[in-house]
């Protein structure tokens, strides 16, 4: 979406309200309602042939009797006049237009047509369209001051962008954000994404100067690649949060049905979210305490954590939670130690975490936490309030407010409901949080985000000239598949292949001893199950009889054999999985395990969308649970993992290049302390 | 500790204050203010020899100057009286102490000292202490109406028990409970645990009649044995939630020195825990969340779940919680869908999550809710709203309160922040969550306890005489440690030793063809590192050569050769390895897992105390992650799950019968289709 059409849509001068109706309570009379109360600079038309003025605005009979081009339409019409009221706006020259209208592409069939056909005309006129079946956008910019939704909330202005397919959440959310203090830029309501969609959102995002952090609640994933390029962009600056639903297939389905979205696989999604950069929060609540903190706390440089209370049993549990989310409690320095003892009483616990007791004043947290920031060895503080016996928590927090702290703290209150609302009128306090672990929670997903945008900076794909494949579909014969591999630059193992009993002596001299024999033809996948691999075979006279019985078996079992494959017998190495998968919705994606049993029993396999950069491979060799393996391990030395990652980037460039490639599995790849071998390569192609 | 002095304890008719302050806002002057605000019907004495009358009450100058026995003395004197308060109060014949000021145990070895000799002049005249470095007790009984803490905020009277070995954090979760309707039916601080402890704590809250789920917080498990035990007796009808602090290394660091308590592993507390029927929260709010719907919503007789909204997206994200905690999102039958199609529009969604559309009454709300309680497939619905465009949120939860359901509901709520303090008001109103997540994991952890319940009613462990195991120390020959599992009862594979290669052939007639060799000795430990391993030997000739090679190869090595252990060499089996550890405070533990690399690699281990049952057996196994590998795998028929759920309960029965086995690890069992054979045997003895 150019970016110039997103600011029309984002930051418009004025609007047209096509079909608002006279009744006030009605959703389009509110969503005017919204626009004054929000004090919209710009001008407002509100066009309705039965009215002369609505909401004290004169009203227009159609579109072209304004006479002049609004910069968006705000469509409210019956589903049944919905084309046209679009025609109209398009045929007046209109460039943005918003569809609130719902019945469309979530309606069934006959909806899903007029969407289509609506879509089909924004996108000859060049026109870029919101919705349908949405609630509209908000911009809370002094300068732009639009709220063109029917909430019957308003959004508390601030620094996060919001964009959420769910309009009800959305605005769910607005209330929630009331409550806990979190601020708006921007808001926009997806509906059914068919033309502005989340990546156009973002892009929008990325550019917008009050933005400092970004919440998603996503139900789908519309273009993937442009998502994930644009989530790229924001997040190497500005975190982005993302609550993405259907994660489980009882949620896909209710999503499915939701948005009459395509699901794709959850892991698809979580690489994708992964490679872009992305948090990725499992419920609401977090999704909203991960935003408020990055609107208002700069990231911390570093996992190491102080931290302070004055009551024993919520530290600990903060220290649970730091262990939980992978930050770290700080060592304090012994200076550190001296200057908190000098003012605390001796009973209290200057260690981390710092127990100052309850008798601890509002003017001990202000030193105290000041005292922990200028730790070296500190990253940031969070710092645990409950009632103290003799002063009010309101107290505390204001002295806290006032402490001169170069890094981030977040204070934890436990204390009487009423604290809440009025901490959110302290100038200058961090948002507080109720509980010590969502605290943690939060800063340690603000670290995750940290490092996800030093990733997404890094070097990135290298390029990569796809080798030729054969024109035709299905399984490719072993010594095809293995030359396939190979020619993407990934180490295969040497092999010869004979047709008969005959050529086995030839295609042994090619190999050598020991080997390894295996039988290959069209029904032969499993070839371990059926027994079609004879192992460590050492001369000659083995090999013919071990052929020899090898075919007899098979004969027997009526698999035909194509050919017998001979691979020099290597041994030492250990054994990962990596394959390619295609996503319907995310598209092709590299998955890296270890082998054996790991890969069907525990599942320890990690994925990524293709094509992926050295460090996506490394990243995702350090998230298998079973990634001791690859170290040294039983008195062997560690495995050659530079030599993995870049055998999972060739094979990433591969998925993506090579569009036939259905399916591509190297099982195993043998890692050694230098270099990997693949030894067994499965091929399946489809033209598309 | 006798019913009757915990009684004493808990629903005194009479307390003295001894060292009580004339001051109101002293700690020990709100206490007396607490007291007195609670109503507390009985008589109390302050004891103060520097005042006339505190608080309107007749002030005493001691103890035996009242010239009555109090029921409890709650003793609030500086720490140097403490000792001497304790023995007049013990002298004067007081049975039940609270001990309510600190600077003991966890202030240092002085305070240590001080607080074992009060802990012997308690024990010794049979009294009950409660403390010290405690926050005292609560009983919201109207019969007792006891407030004997300095608590700023007042218990909101219910069905929950709550103890806490941190008094400042009771607090804390007291003024949250006020704000989200929790209710306390008892509260203990536990303080240093000296005497009273939280088997205590269970003991009591078992038989209170007002008490219907319990709340703990603990930094430390005291006497292990006997929290099982009471636990168990609470959690067979009463749902038990704990939270144990001190879960990571660094939480465990900062608990032992809040409470000077010695710290276990956490696997072993939460094996203890799990066999206990008490479920463990993660954090702060799940114990506050879980405990409030225990104590007012009953629990679902299964795990499908309905979803009822009007609006889609938290709908979906509560479908993708179901499936996170392990809940079913129910199969609604047509004829509950055809009764919501009726008095529902027709684009609503009937299915499973039942989506109203905002447009939804709150007459909806009611009829739906019944319509979907009626479903013989639905155990339990989560009714979610978000702020209704026709109607307020308190219409909607005044119209579900109203609804005869007779299944258990949550209602969900996002809303208005004003609305939740509303809706605590609503009579019948179940406990209203604000996140779809949070009220889902509420349920969750209610079915977790529901099925807990059910186990630890289960037959227990059977008796067992332990073997006599040799009046030494260290590691034990094979053979002994062999002998010692199989006088246990556990299948151990045949063998024979051979003290010199002379011997072998007469060993190898014994065991039979094709064997495996294996040579023992003081530091052949990890025997297949260092080679003294031989597989599948076929023959005489062969046994005697590898032998030969063998016993040349340690010697080379420098490892003395103390025998020669012979064994049938077995295939087809499934490796698994059973062991037993002791930990320093919960005492032995079984523990099973996957052989191989699932246990070095995956840590995939359940753990129990020992001993346990058959069902805690079959329990565990259903705990691996890689329990897959013992059902039918790769053609294999699934191995017999009820031998090893046996090997498992009398290796415990040897680890808790036999005290000086400091180490008992069975590495492999071989699991077969039909039993199970241990092959080797590993066994420490010390002394005790």
């Known amino acids: 979406m150019a970016a110039?059409?997103?600011?029309?849509?984002?930051?418009?001068?004025?609007?047209?309200?096509?079909?608002?109706?006279?009744?006030?309570?009605?959703?389009?009379?509110?969503?005017?309602?919204?626009?004054?109360?929000?004090?919209?600079?710009?001008?407002?038309?509100?066009?309705?042939?039965?009215?002369?003025?609505?909401?004290?605005?004169?009203?227009?009979?159609?579109?072209?009797?304004?006479?002049?081009?609004?910069?968006?339409?705000?469509?409210?019409?019956?589903?049944?006049?919905?084309?046209?009221a679009v025609e109209e706006s398009l045929a007046c020259g209109v460039r943005a237009l918003v569809l609130i209208t719902a019945g469309f592409r979530e309606g069934g069939a006959e909806g899903a047509q007029l969407e289509a056909e609506i879509v089909r005309r924004v996108r000859q006129s060049g026109a870029l369209m919101l919705g349908p079946n949405c609630m509209g956008l908000v911009n809370t910019d002094p300068q732009v001051r639009l709220d063109a939704t029917f909430s019957p909330v308003p959004c508390r202005p601030g620094g996060v962008?919001?964009?959420?397919?769910?309009?009800?959440?959305?605005?769910?959310?607005?209330?929630?954000?009331?409550?806990?203090?979190?601020?708006?830029?921007?808001?926009?309501?997806?509906?059914n994404s068919s033309v502005v969609n989340a990546a156009d959102?973002?892009?929008?995002?990325?550019?917008?100067?009050?933005?400092?952090?970004?919440?998603?609640?996503?139900?789908?994933?519309?273009?993937?690649?442009?998502?994930?390029?644009?989530?790229?962009?924001?997040?190497?600056?500005?975190?982005?949060?993302?609550?993405?639903?259907?994660?489980?297939?009882?949620?896909?389905?209710?999503?499915?049905?939701?948005?009459?979205?395509?699901?794709?696989?959850?892991?698809?999604?979580?690489?994708?979210?992964?490679?872009?950069?992305?948090?990725?929060?499992?419920?609401?609540?977090?999704?909203?305490?991960?935003?408020?903190?990055?609107?208002?706390?700069?990231?911390?440089?570093?996992?190491?954590?102080?931290?302070?209370?004055?009551?024993?049993?919520?530290?600990?549990?903060?220290?649970?939670?730091?262990?939980?989310?992978?930050?770290?409690?700080?060592?304090?320095?012994?200076?550190?130690?001296?200057?908190?003892?000098?003012?605390?009483?001796?009973?209290?616990?200057?260690?981390?975490?710092?127990?100052?007791?309850?008798?601890?004043?509002?003017?001990?947290?202000?030193?105290?936490?000041?005292?922990?920031?200028?730790?070296?060895?500190v990253d940031a503080v969070v710092v645990i309030t409950v009632t103290p016996p003799l002063a009010s928590p309101r107290q505390v927090a204001e002295a806290l407010a006032t402490a001169a702290v170069p890094k981030p703290y977040l204070p934890v209150f436990m204390t009487s409901p009423q604290f809440y609302q009025e901490a959110l009128g302290i100038p200058d306090l961090p948002p507080v949080f109720r509980f010590p672990e969502e605290a943690v929670g939060a800063l340690a997903a603000q670290r995750r985000a940290q490092e996800r945008a030093v990733t997404i900076q890094a070097p990135k794909v290298a390029p990569f000239r796809p080798p030729t494949v054969p024109a035709r579909e299905g399984i490719l014969p072993p010594q095809e598949a293995l030359a396939l591999v190979a020619a993407a630059g990934i180490p295969v193992a040497p092999f010869a292949i004979a047709r008969s009993p005959q050529e086995l002596p030839e295609a042994a001299d090619q190999v050598g001893f020991p080997l390894v024999l295996k039988a290959f033809g069209p029904t032969l996948v499993h070839k371990s199950e059926l027994a079609a691999v004879v192992l460590n075979i050492r001369s000659r006279e083995q090999l013919q009889q071990e052929a020899q019985q090898l075919l007899q078996r098979l004969a027997e079992q009526g698999c035909p054999v194509e050919g017998l494959l001979l691979q020099p017998f290597l041994t030492g190495g250990r054994e990962l999985i990596l394959g390619i998968t295609r996503d319907p919705v995310v598209g092709p994606l590299v998955a890296c395990g270890l082998g054996g049993v790991a890969v069907e029993v525990w599942q320890d396999v990690a994925f990524r969308p293709a094509p992926c950069s050295l460090e996506d491979a490394q990243a995702m060799l350090a998230e298998l649970k079973g990634k001791a393996l690859l170290g040294p391990f039983r008195g062997k030395p560690a495995v050659d993992t530079s030599a993995v990652a870049e055998a999972v980037v060739r094979l990433s460039a591969l998925a993506a290049g090579v569009p036939e490639l259905e399916e591509c599995d190297l099982n195993p790849l043998l890692a050694f302390p230098q270099g990997v071998v693949a030894v067994d390569v499965r091929v399946r192609l489809q033209r598309r």
Chains 1, 2 share one sequence.
């Open 4 to 84: 110039d059409q997103l600011s029309l849509l984002f930051a418009p001068r004025s609007l047209a309200l096509v079909g608002v109706s006279s009744r006030p309570e009605s959703l389009s009379g509110r969503l005017l309602g919204n626009l004054q109360r929000a004090g919209f600079p710009g001008k407002i038309f509100p066009i309705n042939p039965k009215a002369r003025d609505i909401g004290g605005l004169p009203c227009f009979p159609s579109l072209a009797a304004v006479g002049e081009v609004p910069d968006v339409s705000v469509i409210m019409v019956p589903r049944e006049h919905a084309l046209a």
């Open 201 to 377: 959102a973002l892009e929008y995002f990325a550019e917008d100067g009050r933005t400092r952090a970004v919440m998603l609640y996503l139900e789908a994933i519309e273009e993937p690649q442009r998502f994930l390029a644009a989530a790229q962009r924001v997040a190497a600056h500005k975190p982005v949060m993302v609550l993405k639903a259907g994660r489980s297939a009882a949620g896909q389905r209710a999503a499915s049905s939701h948005t009459g979205a395509l699901a794709a696989q959850d892991r698809a999604v979580d690489a994708l979210l992964r490679q872009a950069g992305c948090v990725r929060a499992d419920s609401l609540r977090e999704l909203l305490d991960w935003a408020r903190t990055a609107e208002r706390v700069a990231p911390a440089a570093g996992a190491r954590v102080a931290v302070l209370s004055n009551a024993g049993g919520p530290a600990i549990a903060a220290c649970d939670a730091l262990a939980a989310q992978g930050l770290e409690l700080a060592h304090l320095a012994p200076a550190t130690q001296q200057a908190l003892r000098a003012f605390l009483p001796a009973e209290a616990a200057v260690g981390n975490p710092v127990d100052m007791l309850p008798s601890a004043r509002p003017e001990d947290f202000r030193q105290a936490l000041e005292v922990l920031a200028q730790d070296a060895g």
């Open 161 to 191: 962008a919001f964009a959420s397919h769910s309009g009800a959440l959305g605005v769910a959310m607005f209330e929630q954000a009331l409550e806990v203090g979190l601020g708006i830029s921007l808001f926009v309501s997806l509906g």
